[in-house]
């Protein structure tokens, strides 16, 4: 069992900055990885970044990649998002999840995640 609580979320304008935490609880040795998938209101839930505990992989969307950060905090059971260039299409709720196992598809999957966060909310402003 994991629990995984998203914090960090808020307003920003365009061009800004933001980092989004994500701490997990629970059995999070047997975590293969962590990601992070965003939402807008009537739009499908969306990959953004992952992370492998293990090796330290890191994977980004097209969309993010160049702009936003995923990386492990000191050792901690949390990993963060640093996000730059913020633009009005980064707006959503942001979610993070954990994924039990090696992969089946692939990390950008998120029925690979086994684990979700309730979500912060992050608005950028034009």
């Known amino acids: 069992q994991v629990q995984l609580v998203e914090s960090g979320g808020g307003l920003a304008q365009a061009g800004g900055s933001l980092t989004l935490s994500c701490a997990a609880s629970?059995?999070?040795?047997?975590?293969?990885?962590v990601g992070w998938f965003r939402q807008a209101p009537g739009k499908v839930r969306e990959f953004v970044a992952a992370?492998?505990?293990?090796?330290?992989?890191?994977y980004y969307a097209d969309s993010v990649r160049g702009r936003f950060t995923i990386s492990r905090d000191n050792a901690k059971d949390t990993v963060l998002l640093k996000m730059n260039s913020l633009k009005p299409e980064d707006t959503a709720v942001y979610y993070c999840?954990?994924?039990?196992?090696?992969?089946?598809?692939?990390?950008?999957?998120?029925?690979?995640?086994?684990?979700w966060g309730q979500g912060t909310q992050v608005t950028v402003s034009s």
């Open positions: 999840a954990a994924k039990m196992g090696p992969p089946r598809v692939s990390v950008r999957v998120s029925s690979e995640y086994d684990y």
């Open positions: 629970g059995r999070t040795f047997s975590t293969y990885a």
């Open positions: 992370v492998t505990w293990s090796g330290g992989n890191r």
